[in-house]
């Protein structure tokens, strides 16, 4: 149609008959569709609304007393992050989303490397059991992490229910208090989020792997490489750019944990396994500090944002973007 | 180890001296089937255990190690059945499969533009999508629940359903971007001498091309909708208990309901058993979209 119209115009005949044929529905559908807007509406309008707008609001009430219990709010600029870094419980909670993430973060990407170099060799070789045992390190992975929480409650009970605590007790040892010992808590949430975690970084790793060309790998065998020196010069290198994904993404899904956690041991004994994201949940949902809890946030956001451009220096990824 | 592959050495040689290399391959063999053999107990073993306790009379949880229960009972499902499982099921089923077809709704169009279309500003547009990627939605969840208030969205599963639609947007639409960009644009230009306008292109030409994309994204969003908490809790939180999904029900269980352990394991089963189905059943297109998606190295 468009073309048509070109060559038509020169003509006065034409120019009369694109007049009519512009009022066409089917010309107006013509033009309306040519225009990015028209696609990009609805998806510009829904992150507008549900991403953008409160990205911008949670950082206007960081700034603000607003509460859920009471009408309106007045701004009082920085006094909640004032009172935010005064605060034991916020320490408190910084150290152990460190502990956790910097634990959840090393774990999943070494397992997940293993498993997939295990799985990866296994269907060069032509091995058994890679299909099998990659699906039931995904199942892990998509069951609600509510009930995967509740799983491992289940699992780690201090009584003779608990799984774990009935073998330990058949071996006459005494009953390990997975839950309600501090320490021992933090590390159940950190083992309970491995068993999540590790089908991500697995299926990641697997598929760059798969990328790597046969060819290196022969002429690394030529130059005389033996299986090590050929997984440190050949694999891991050719890696680096799933690396620098895997690493960002575990880095944030580990930062902003929050349903495991709430179901497994709801942030206790007292606070020994609250992170950030549960913090600020209950600040803002069970103490009603709207103010407060969205500084929390804003903490949160910035120590994501600021982890992932530290990644982008140290893995040097500018050439490859 | 990856790259350790001898192609020239097979394993069932039966030459009575065997040689070093294949010696270090037998070995790299077992190694693989032991990390396969603790990779599945690891991950397949608490799910089992689960569902041997969910098949416990009440006095048989304290007792023995044995996967299998020596007396299985369904009590403990007829119970849970009867506390509205169903319901918070078909509930999230309802709010999973709108927006699941929200997504693809939304994203498809936008995801051709963005593939398709030169325009000022698109660059930077791409950019913020994906940067909308890296934030978590636990991040806004405050505000998010203020606007659902105001727009009169909280306590309803279309309002719940429209939430997703907004925060699964980012990640499905660079997925199906990165589909589209696949499919040579000689298809578009065939299409627009034909007489095809843009959304006749879309509709007939590029649809069936970008398919296997769409139903990645279908699978994917299927399952985190599916298993959302955060923002269910949130915003149906003070709805009627018939209201909730199954991932708020099932902890409902756990806090409020349930005194029985064997209750709260058939509830998680329950919970488990249709999404594990869903995945094995379509896990290899899952698979292929995660790899294709998230790494263009």
Redesign the interface.
Same mark, same amino acid.
């Given at each position: 149609m468009a073309t048509e119209r070109t060559i038509e115009d020169s003509s006065l005949g034409g120019r009369i008959r694109r007049t009519v044929s512009r009022s066409t529905v089917g010309d107006i559908v013509d033009r309306v569709v040519s225009r990015p807007l028209f696609w990009l509406l609805p998806a510009v309008l829904f992150i507008a609304v549900f991403q953008l707008y409160p990205m911008f609001e949670v950082f206007r009430m960081s700034l603000t007393d607003a509460s859920q219990l009471t009408q309106g709010e007045s701004y009082v600029w920085l006094e909640n992050y004032r009172q935010l870094f005064n605060s034991e419980r916020f320490r408190s909670t910084l150290s152990v989303t460190a502990i956790y993430s910097a634990s959840s973060i090393i774990l999943q990407l070494a397992l997940g490397l293993g498993l997939a170099v295990a799985i990866d060799y296994g269907v060069r070789r032509g091995l058994r059991g890679p299909l099998v045992t990659r699906v039931v390190v995904l199942s892990a992975w998509i069951i609600p992490g509510i009930i995967i929480g509740l799983v491992w409650k289940i699992m780690l009970l201090e009584t003779n229910v608990g799984v774990l605590n009935n073998g330990l007790g058949q071996l006459g040892l005494d009953i390990v208090p997975f839950r309600s010992d501090p320490d021992m808590a933090v590390i159940s949430v950190i083992i309970a989020g491995a068993w999540r975690g590790t089908a991500f970084s697995m299926i990641m790793f697997y598929a760059g792997l798969k990328r790597v060309p046969d060819q290196l790998y022969r002429a690394a065998k030529v130059d005389g490489a033996g299986p090590l020196a050929r997984f440190r010069h050949v694999t891991l290198p050719q890696l680096k750019p799933v690396m620098f994904v895997v690493t960002i993404l575990v880095t944030i899904y580990s930062l902003n944990s929050f349903d495991l956690i709430f179901a497994l041991t709801d942030g206790g004994p007292g606070r020994a396994t609250e992170v950030i994201a549960l913090a600020m949940y209950k600040t803002g949902f069970d103490s009603y500090q709207m103010g407060l809890a969205s500084a929390t946030a804003v903490v949160l956001l910035v120590i994501t944002l600021t982890i992932t451009a530290v990644y982008f220096v140290v893995f040097d990824v500018s050439e490859e973007i | 180890?990856?790259?350790?592959?001898d192609t020239d050495t097979t394993?069932d040689s039966t030459r009575s001296r065997l040689s070093g290399s294949q010696i270090?391959l037998y070995f790299?063999?077992a190694a693989?089937?032991l990390?396969?053999a603790l990779? &599945?107990a690891?991950?397949?073993f608490?799910?089992l255990?689960?569902i041997s306790?969910s098949l416990r009379t009440e006095g048989a949880?304290?007792?023995a190690?044995n996967l299998i229960p020596s007396d299985p009972t369904l009590d403990a499902y007829r119970t849970v059945i009867d506390s509205g499982i169903l319901g918070w099921m078909r509930n999230t089923l309802v709010v999973t499969v709108v927006s699941v077809l929200g997504i693809i709704?939304?994203?498809t169009? &936008?995801a051709?533009?963005?593939s398709r #279309?030169r #325009?000022r500003g698109?660059r930077t547009?791409l950019l913020a999508?994906l940067g909308?990627q890296?934030?978590?939605p636990?991040?806004?969840?405050?505000?998010?629940?203020?606007?659902m208030r105001t727009l009169g969205l909280t306590e309803s599963h279309a309002g719940l359903a @429209? @939430?997703y639609?907004?925060?699964q947007?980012?990640f499905s639409?660079w997925l199906l971007k990165g589909y589209f960009d696949t499919i040579p644009t000689a298809l578009d230009k065939a299409a627009r001498i034909d007489?095809c306008?843009?959304?006749q292109t879309l509709r007939y030409v590029l649809l069936r091309p970008v398919m296997p994309g769409i139903a990645v994204v279908a699978i994917f969003n299927f399952?985190l909708t599916?298993?959302?908490?955060?923002m269910a809790y +949130?915003m149906l939180g003070p709805a009627g208990q018939d209201e909730y999904t199954?991932?708020m029900g099932?902890?409902l269980f756990?806090t409020q309901l349930a005194t029985q352990?064997t209750n709260?394991?058939a509830a &998680?089963v329950i919970?488990?058993v249709p999404?594990?189905l869903f995945?094995?059943a379509l896990?290899r297109y899952?698979?292929r979209g @995660? +790899?294709d998606g &998230?790494?263009k190295?």
């Open positions: - | 180890m990856a790259g350790s592959t394993p270090r790299y063999d693989t089937y990390v396969y990779a &599945a690891f991950f397949m608490p799910v255990w689960v306790l949880v304290y007792s190690l709704l939304v994203t169009p &936008a051709y533009a963005f #279309f #325009f698109r547009l999508v909308f890296m934030i978590s636990i991040v806004i969840v405050l505000p998010l629940y203020d606007i @429209l @939430l639609i907004g925060l947007i980012p639409l007489g306008n843009r959304l399952v599916w298993s959302e908490f955060v +949130t199954l991932s099932i902890y756990d352990w709260i394991a &998680a919970g488990v999404i594990i995945f094995v896990q899952f698979v @995660l +790899t &998230a790494v190295g």
